[in-house]
């Protein structure tokens, strides 16, 4: 009798309760892609059985239940051409896992016209949710107080009733409202996008917002699963119960993004053509084959010269740990805001090529125009249609100095040069990267300033606060073994990014963050980073290293070194003074001449006159002002005979003393010759052609 009562009290319950909203009651269906399948680029709608168009890169990856739609943040969209108008009230739930926010606002599914007619559901810059519709005549947006995680997955629903508004959930619990009444107004044109806007979004956080703006093409950049839209307003209760009947097993198959990790295996000095990996989705839109990217690594060290068509082909110092510096081109200010190397997304007009490759020494040309978002070049010629293009060589050498030699063809008188640029990746901000006593100089004299950006380190002159005095060495405190650092001529100024002026949002990091560079494909020359989403560049010191115009053609003419290195900042005075102060050569050989230091390659260069065979000696006047500290000598017309190297009447070890190779040219065959070599001490070096 009790289990017969029992029995009766249960079909009491299950007759007389309120009727919860299932995943299973298809009736109040409108549509449904579970995105378990895509075939022949469809996926079906399980409501209507309607079979959508999937348009861009995309992949099926593991979801909530089943497959889900992976997209790729640049492509990606699911098409519906003759979607059904939504009369009434109606609700739509997802389960969503950005990789990374959009750079606006960006629809998980939308059907909107110019925000008159239609309704938009999706996510903004900063992880909110939102659904806006046009209703009563007027678009209206309701937003949610609380924002979605990046990397994870979050259960995203809204309801609209005419009579109520419009409410907003995540993960089940109330988000946001907006009381509004009055019927949507539909378009019945527009097709229903999944994963995409209809229309180009300007990016948010723009650092010059107001001034040069350009809408932007881009997609959702994560999963999406289970999308539905429901023929009722949902209550509160049914949509927790929705999110808490279908809950994730496992995170989402996410991979945080990383910059290219430099394979430094082979411990040999060298540059080499390659096609860096970064991200997928990001590596299958360039239109690339097997050797955009040149990297240059060092014999026996984890460190790395990289030049990447992720940064638009600047010189990258990459430290033993892969923490990535990268630098500015020539700058100027055109049509769409700043002209320079960062604006050409696509490395329409940058590209680098070696221009020598061999033991002694590697050398990179790097060609580029100055352009805009709009790859429009600044300051056209009328007359000759030409604008500022610009060449720089990287003189680069086994021990990890390089030399940046740059050669601007422009019609203005100055142009900036240099802004060397911390990167963090995904899910870092600066300070992960760099101590926040971020800067070292030094001056000739060994003097020392350390500078911290606890608070932003400016002087009223736009230098460093409390700094030595006619400073030329500059060493960046990565959290690495290997710092970066930089040597400029007497008369530069260095001080903090942007010649002091502060443009920091300290709620998100002591250092200038921006992600607008590297990486990003949208038309933006300056946006400020919302979250540690993207990669993040932080331009740590505005340098202003002396420049001239050159005589003949009036490009504007400069250089500076910059390397990787462990050693003590008094090290890198030493080879300040040797560079920009060499000891005198004395040849004490008739048959050779001395044509003098270029400073432009850090190079000795010498000429035999009748390019003879023929033993070549010299006095190196090496002083404590004039320190002698791996030099390099470039002997013009030597032919290709093997050497013997002697130092003070000891002869030195190849591959540990130094480094040689025979350069071809047009017209020559010249001998180039490293030394590993550091005394303050003169020397007599004597360099001897061996019979093949």
Known sequence: MKRFCLAISVLLVLFTAKPLYSQNNNEDLIAYWTFDAVERNRTKDEASGKKDK???NFKLVEGVKGDALKCDGFTTAVVRDDAEIIRGPFSIEAWVAPQAYPWNWCAVV?????????????????????????VARQWRECISERKIPFMEWSHIASTYDPEQGITLYINGKKAGSLKVVGDLLHDFEMELLIARNHNLTIPTSLNR??????????????????????????????????????????????????????YTGNNEFGAYYTNLKYDEDWDALWKVDKYPDVVVTFPNQKYSMVFWRGTNYNLNLVT?????????????????????????KHNRYSHVRIIENNDARVVVHWRYALTDIAYEIANIDPVTTWGDWADEYYYIYPDGIAIRHFLVHGNKRDYSITEPALFSNPGEKPEDNIDLAAVTLANLKGQTSTHSYETWPVDRHGGFKGAIDEPVVCVLNLKSEIKPFYIYEEGARIGPYGGGIREIDYRYSKFHSRNHWPVSQVPCDGRFALAPDRVISSAITSPEPPRKKRAGDNALEGRFILGLTDKP?????????????PPR?????????????????????????????S?????????????LVNPFFIIKNWGTHNIKVMLDNKELVKDRDFTCSVRKTLYSKDLLVWFNLNTQSSVNLSVIPVPD
């Open 54 to 56: 999937v348009k861009g």
């Open 209 to 262: 917002g107001g001034i040069k703006r350009m809408p932007a093409s881009y997609s959702f950049d994560g999963i999406i699963d289970e999308l539905k839209i429901i023929k009722k307003a949902l209550t509160a209760e049914e949509i927790e119960n929705s999110y808490n009947r279908l809950q994730p097993n496992s995170k989402p198959p996410l991979t945080w993004r990383k910059l290219p990790q430099i």
């Open 569 to 581: 900042v008094n090290e890198l005075v030493r080879l300040a003074k040797f560079w920009l102060n």
């Open 585 to 613: 050569v004395e040849i004490k050989s008739n048959q050779y001449s001395h044509e003098g230091y270029n400073i432009n390659e850090r190079a000795y260069v010498l000429v035999n006159k009748n390019k003879s065979t």
């Open 615 to 627: 033993d070549l000696n010299a006095v190196i006047y090496a002083g404590s002002k004039s320190p």
């Open 320 to 344: 033993e740990n892969g923490k990535w510096v990268g630098d500015q081109s020539a700058e100027t200010w055109g049509n769409m805001g700043c002209s320079e190397h960062m604006s050409d």
């Open 110 to 134: 939308n059907q909107e016209y110019e925000h008159q007619r239609g309704f938009f559901f999706g996510i903004d810059a900063e992880g909110r949710v939102g659904f806006h519709a046009a």
